[in-house]
Protein backbone atom coordinates (compact mmCIF):
# COMPACT_ATOMS: atom_id res chain seq x y z
CA UNK A 1 0.00 0.00 0.00
CA UNK A 2 3.07 2.42 0.92
CA UNK A 3 4.75 1.58 -2.19
CA UNK A 4 1.81 2.21 -4.20
CA UNK A 5 1.14 5.76 -2.34
CA UNK A 6 4.78 7.08 -2.61
CA UNK A 7 5.79 5.16 -6.02
CA UNK A 8 4.63 8.32 -8.20
CA UNK A 9 5.52 11.63 -7.62
CA UNK A 10 2.28 13.49 -7.01
CA UNK A 11 0.43 16.46 -5.35
CA UNK A 12 -1.24 14.37 -3.16
CA UNK A 13 2.58 13.11 -1.79
CA UNK A 14 4.24 16.27 -1.10
CA UNK A 15 0.56 17.13 0.67
CA UNK A 16 1.02 14.23 3.12
CA UNK A 17 4.18 14.74 3.77
CA UNK A 18 4.15 18.22 4.27
CA UNK A 19 1.24 17.49 7.11
CA UNK A 20 2.80 14.66 8.81
CA UNK A 21 5.85 17.30 9.29
CA UNK A 22 2.74 19.66 10.75
CA UNK A 23 1.34 17.12 12.90
CA UNK A 24 4.63 15.74 14.42
CA UNK A 25 6.46 18.95 15.10
CA UNK A 26 3.21 20.66 16.51
CA UNK A 27 2.65 17.23 18.61
CA UNK A 28 6.62 17.76 20.09
CA UNK A 29 6.02 21.59 20.39
CA UNK A 30 2.84 21.27 22.53
CA UNK A 31 4.83 19.88 25.49
CA UNK A 32 5.92 23.08 26.58
CA UNK A 33 3.37 26.20 25.18
CA UNK A 34 5.36 28.35 26.59
CA UNK A 35 6.67 29.49 23.22
CA UNK A 36 3.20 30.94 22.20
CA UNK A 37 3.48 33.59 24.90
CA UNK A 38 6.37 35.05 23.39
CA UNK A 39 6.84 36.73 20.08
CA UNK A 40 10.39 35.87 19.50
CA UNK A 41 10.55 32.17 20.28
CA UNK A 42 6.90 32.22 18.42
CA UNK A 43 9.22 33.42 15.64
CA UNK A 44 11.58 31.41 16.15
CA UNK A 45 9.68 28.06 15.87
CA UNK A 46 8.15 29.03 12.61
CA UNK A 47 11.29 29.87 11.25
CA UNK A 48 13.03 26.17 12.29
CA UNK A 49 9.13 24.55 10.80
CA UNK A 50 9.98 26.77 7.56
CA UNK A 51 13.46 25.34 7.72
CA UNK A 52 12.71 21.58 8.02
CA UNK A 53 10.40 22.09 5.29
CA UNK A 54 12.93 24.03 2.86
CA UNK A 55 15.11 20.39 3.54
CA UNK A 56 12.56 18.32 2.85
CA UNK A 57 12.19 19.60 -0.59
CA UNK A 58 16.30 20.25 -0.60
CA UNK A 59 16.72 16.51 -0.21
CA UNK A 60 14.01 15.82 -3.36
CA UNK A 61 15.66 18.31 -5.33
CA UNK A 62 18.68 17.01 -5.17
CA UNK A 63 17.34 13.04 -5.78
CA UNK A 64 15.25 14.14 -8.39
CA UNK A 65 17.77 16.65 -10.27
CA UNK A 66 20.89 14.54 -10.25
CA UNK A 67 19.08 10.96 -10.82
CA UNK A 68 19.12 9.49 -7.89
CA UNK A 69 15.47 8.49 -7.55
CA UNK A 70 12.59 7.56 -10.35
CA UNK A 71 10.29 9.91 -10.14
CA UNK A 72 9.12 8.74 -6.85
CA UNK A 73 8.27 10.32 -3.04
CA UNK A 74 10.57 7.70 -1.30
CA UNK A 75 13.29 9.46 -0.29
CA UNK A 76 11.05 12.63 1.05
CA UNK A 77 9.46 9.56 3.07
CA UNK A 78 12.46 8.19 3.72
CA UNK A 79 13.33 11.45 5.38
CA UNK A 80 10.78 12.11 7.04
CA UNK A 81 10.72 8.39 8.81
CA UNK A 82 14.57 9.04 9.98
CA UNK A 83 13.88 12.25 11.33
CA UNK A 84 11.14 11.16 13.45
CA UNK A 85 13.74 9.05 15.19
CA UNK A 86 14.96 12.01 16.88
CA UNK A 87 12.17 14.16 17.88
CA UNK A 88 14.22 16.39 20.33
CA UNK A 89 16.05 18.03 16.75
CA UNK A 90 12.78 20.43 16.28
CA UNK A 91 14.13 22.01 19.05
CA UNK A 92 17.57 22.09 18.42
CA UNK A 93 18.32 25.56 15.86
CA UNK A 94 21.73 25.43 15.15
CA UNK A 95 21.80 22.01 13.94
CA UNK A 96 18.90 22.53 11.92
CA UNK A 97 19.95 25.39 10.41
CA UNK A 98 23.81 24.38 9.99
CA UNK A 99 21.92 20.59 7.99
CA UNK A 100 20.15 23.17 5.41
CA UNK A 101 23.26 24.45 4.46
CA UNK A 102 24.86 20.99 4.22
CA UNK A 103 22.43 20.15 2.24
CA UNK A 104 22.26 23.56 0.12
CA UNK A 105 26.70 22.35 -0.44
CA UNK A 106 25.38 18.63 -1.29
CA UNK A 107 23.53 19.65 -4.10
CA UNK A 108 26.34 22.15 -5.02
CA UNK A 109 28.49 19.15 -5.45
CA UNK A 110 26.77 16.34 -6.67
CA UNK A 111 25.30 18.35 -9.59
CA UNK A 112 29.45 18.88 -10.31
CA UNK A 113 29.75 15.13 -12.18
CA UNK A 114 27.90 17.84 -15.33
CA UNK A 115 31.07 19.52 -15.33
CA UNK A 116 29.20 22.45 -15.82
CA UNK A 117 30.33 25.67 -14.17
CA UNK A 118 32.53 23.49 -12.20
CA UNK A 119 34.08 26.78 -9.94
CA UNK A 120 30.98 28.32 -9.10
CA UNK A 121 29.54 24.77 -7.53
CA UNK A 122 33.21 24.24 -5.75
CA UNK A 123 32.92 27.72 -4.23
CA UNK A 124 29.37 27.41 -3.69
CA UNK A 125 29.55 24.30 -1.47
CA UNK A 126 32.13 25.29 0.54
CA UNK A 127 30.73 28.49 1.40
CA UNK A 128 27.69 26.89 2.54
CA UNK A 129 29.79 24.41 4.56
CA UNK A 130 31.41 27.41 6.13
CA UNK A 131 28.49 29.00 6.98
CA UNK A 132 26.94 25.85 8.24
CA UNK A 133 30.44 25.81 10.80
CA UNK A 134 29.41 29.06 12.27
CA UNK A 135 26.19 26.96 13.91
CA UNK A 136 27.64 23.82 14.39
CA UNK A 137 31.79 24.31 13.90
CA UNK A 138 32.00 20.57 13.39
CA UNK A 139 30.01 20.78 10.27
CA UNK A 140 33.19 22.50 8.84
CA UNK A 141 34.56 18.21 8.07
CA UNK A 142 31.87 18.14 5.28
CA UNK A 143 34.72 20.15 3.82
CA UNK A 144 36.28 16.85 2.93
CA UNK A 145 33.43 15.81 0.61
CA UNK A 146 34.24 19.09 -1.37
CA UNK A 147 37.93 18.00 -1.97
CA UNK A 148 36.29 14.39 -2.35
CA UNK A 149 34.56 16.06 -5.28
CA UNK A 150 37.41 17.48 -6.71
CA UNK A 151 39.36 14.05 -7.42
CA UNK A 152 36.06 12.39 -8.59
CA UNK A 153 35.74 15.51 -11.62
CA UNK A 154 38.10 18.42 -12.19
CA UNK A 155 41.72 17.56 -10.03
CA UNK A 156 43.97 18.93 -12.71
CA UNK A 157 42.67 22.34 -12.41
CA UNK A 158 44.90 23.45 -9.47
CA UNK A 159 42.34 26.54 -9.52
CA UNK A 160 39.64 24.38 -8.29
CA UNK A 161 41.93 23.51 -5.09
CA UNK A 162 41.99 26.95 -3.88
CA UNK A 163 38.63 27.91 -4.39
CA UNK A 164 37.53 26.66 -0.88
CA UNK A 165 40.26 28.65 0.92
CA UNK A 166 38.69 31.97 -1.43
CA UNK A 167 35.36 30.91 0.20
CA UNK A 168 37.29 30.51 3.87
CA UNK A 169 37.87 33.78 3.25
CA UNK A 170 34.47 35.61 2.34
CA UNK A 171 32.63 33.80 5.32
CA UNK A 172 35.90 35.26 7.60
CA UNK A 173 34.95 38.72 6.56
CA UNK A 174 31.38 38.54 6.36
CA UNK A 175 31.33 36.65 10.24
CA UNK A 176 34.17 39.21 11.28
CA UNK A 177 31.72 42.40 10.08
CA UNK A 178 28.88 40.26 11.75
CA UNK A 179 30.56 40.40 14.88
CA UNK A 180 31.80 43.74 15.40
CA UNK A 181 28.09 44.69 14.72
CA UNK A 182 26.84 42.67 17.40
CA UNK A 183 29.66 42.81 20.01
CA UNK A 184 30.70 39.69 19.12
CA UNK A 185 33.99 38.17 20.88
CA UNK A 186 35.44 36.30 17.76
CA UNK A 187 37.67 34.13 19.93
CA UNK A 188 35.80 32.66 22.68
CA UNK A 189 33.03 32.12 20.12
CA UNK A 190 35.43 29.37 18.14
CA UNK A 191 36.91 28.54 21.26
CA UNK A 192 33.55 27.62 22.95
CA UNK A 193 33.20 24.84 19.77
CA UNK A 194 35.94 23.91 18.57
CA UNK A 195 36.57 21.21 20.94
CA UNK A 196 36.73 17.59 20.17
CA UNK A 197 34.72 15.14 22.61
CA UNK A 198 34.33 11.81 21.89
CA UNK A 199 32.69 10.82 24.73
CA UNK A 200 28.96 9.17 24.06
CA UNK A 201 27.27 9.31 27.71
CA UNK A 202 24.74 11.90 26.94
CA UNK A 203 21.54 9.98 27.51
CA UNK A 204 18.51 11.18 29.38
CA UNK A 205 16.79 8.06 29.52
CA UNK A 206 16.61 4.76 27.95
CA UNK A 207 14.38 5.93 24.98
CA UNK A 208 17.32 8.02 23.60
CA UNK A 209 19.81 5.45 23.80
CA UNK A 210 17.56 3.01 21.99
CA UNK A 211 16.43 5.46 19.12
CA UNK A 212 19.88 5.43 18.53
CA UNK A 213 20.54 1.50 18.57
CA UNK A 214 17.78 1.16 16.20
CA UNK A 215 19.10 4.20 13.92
CA UNK A 216 22.16 2.56 14.21
CA UNK A 217 21.26 -0.60 12.83
CA UNK A 218 19.02 0.65 9.92
CA UNK A 219 21.53 2.32 8.46
CA UNK A 220 24.32 -0.22 9.04
CA UNK A 221 21.50 -2.00 6.37
CA UNK A 222 21.21 0.62 4.18
CA UNK A 223 24.70 1.35 4.26
CA UNK A 224 25.93 -1.72 3.45
CA UNK A 225 23.67 -2.56 1.04
CA UNK A 226 24.49 0.31 -1.24
CA UNK A 227 28.06 -0.94 -1.17
CA UNK A 228 27.15 -4.10 -1.98
CA UNK A 229 25.31 -3.15 -4.95
CA UNK A 230 27.25 -0.32 -6.05
CA UNK A 231 28.95 -1.74 -8.88
CA UNK A 232 25.59 -3.13 -10.25
CA UNK A 233 24.64 0.28 -10.93
CA UNK A 234 24.48 2.61 -13.59
CA UNK A 235 28.04 3.72 -14.03
CA UNK A 236 27.29 7.21 -14.58
CA UNK A 237 26.01 7.25 -10.94
CA UNK A 238 28.70 5.44 -9.18
CA UNK A 239 30.80 9.17 -8.22
CA UNK A 240 27.00 10.37 -6.92
CA UNK A 241 26.58 7.79 -4.71
CA UNK A 242 29.89 7.48 -3.25
CA UNK A 243 29.67 10.97 -2.88
CA UNK A 244 25.84 10.33 -1.05
CA UNK A 245 28.39 7.09 1.22
CA UNK A 246 31.02 10.30 1.93
CA UNK A 247 28.60 12.55 3.32
CA UNK A 248 26.74 9.94 5.56
CA UNK A 249 30.40 8.76 7.16
CA UNK A 250 31.84 12.75 7.13
CA UNK A 251 28.07 13.11 9.71
CA UNK A 252 29.25 10.19 11.25
CA UNK A 253 32.32 11.87 12.39
CA UNK A 254 30.74 15.09 12.85
CA UNK A 255 28.56 13.14 15.41
CA UNK A 256 31.59 11.50 16.85
CA UNK A 257 33.67 14.22 17.71
CA UNK A 258 31.43 16.99 18.36
CA UNK A 259 30.96 18.39 22.17
CA UNK A 260 27.66 18.91 24.05
CA UNK A 261 26.87 15.29 22.00
CA UNK A 262 23.02 14.49 21.45
CA UNK A 263 21.07 12.75 19.13
CA UNK A 264 20.25 15.60 17.23
CA UNK A 265 23.77 15.71 15.66
CA UNK A 266 22.71 12.60 13.69
CA UNK A 267 20.57 15.02 11.72
CA UNK A 268 23.56 15.58 9.22
CA UNK A 269 23.55 12.20 8.44
CA UNK A 270 19.52 11.72 7.74
CA UNK A 271 19.53 13.40 4.03
CA UNK A 272 22.54 10.58 2.84
CA UNK A 273 20.48 7.70 4.60
CA UNK A 274 17.61 8.62 2.69
CA UNK A 275 18.78 8.61 0.01
CA UNK A 276 20.16 5.23 0.33
CA UNK A 277 17.14 3.66 1.37
CA UNK A 278 15.43 5.30 -1.80
CA UNK A 279 17.97 3.61 -3.81
CA UNK A 280 17.54 0.33 -1.73
CA UNK A 281 14.19 0.17 -2.64
CA UNK A 282 13.66 0.82 -6.07
CA UNK A 283 16.55 -1.87 -6.79
CA UNK A 284 14.96 -4.69 -5.20
CA UNK A 285 11.89 -4.45 -7.07
CA UNK A 286 10.37 -6.63 -4.79
CA UNK A 287 7.23 -4.90 -3.87
CA UNK A 288 6.50 -7.74 -0.43
CA UNK A 289 10.30 -6.33 0.91
CA UNK A 290 9.66 -3.01 0.56
CA UNK A 291 6.71 -2.92 1.74
CA UNK A 292 8.32 -4.96 4.89
CA UNK A 293 11.02 -2.01 4.86
CA UNK A 294 8.51 0.32 5.18
CA UNK A 295 6.10 -0.98 7.95
CA UNK A 296 9.16 -1.76 9.82
CA UNK A 297 10.62 1.36 9.61
CA UNK A 298 7.09 3.02 10.83
CA UNK A 299 7.01 1.56 13.78
CA UNK A 300 10.32 1.85 15.06
CA UNK A 301 9.95 5.34 13.72
CA UNK A 302 6.41 6.43 15.51
CA UNK A 303 7.70 4.00 18.59
CA UNK A 304 10.73 6.26 19.21
CA UNK A 305 8.98 9.13 18.67
CA UNK A 306 6.37 8.94 21.09
CA UNK A 307 8.60 7.13 23.23
CA UNK A 308 10.55 10.53 23.94
CA UNK A 309 7.86 12.84 24.22
Known amino acids: MITSVFKKSTPLNYSLVVILILVFFFTFQIKDPTWVTSYFLAFQKVSLLCFILASFFMVNFIVKKNGLSKDNGYAILFYLLFLLFFPTIFNNTNVIYASFFILLALRRLISLQSLKASK?????????????????????????????????????????????????????????????????????????????????????????????????????????????????????????????????????LVYIVSPDKSNDLLLFSIAPLAVMATSHVEYMQQKLNNEIVFYVLIVCSLFTFFSQL
Open 120 to 252: EKIFDASFWIFVASLFQFWSVLFLLLVFISIVFHVSRDYRNWVLPFIALLAVAILFYMTSLIFNIDVVAFFQERAVIDFRIDYFKNNYENGALSIYTAVSLFFVTSMLMTLSNRPQILHSSYKKIVACFFIAA
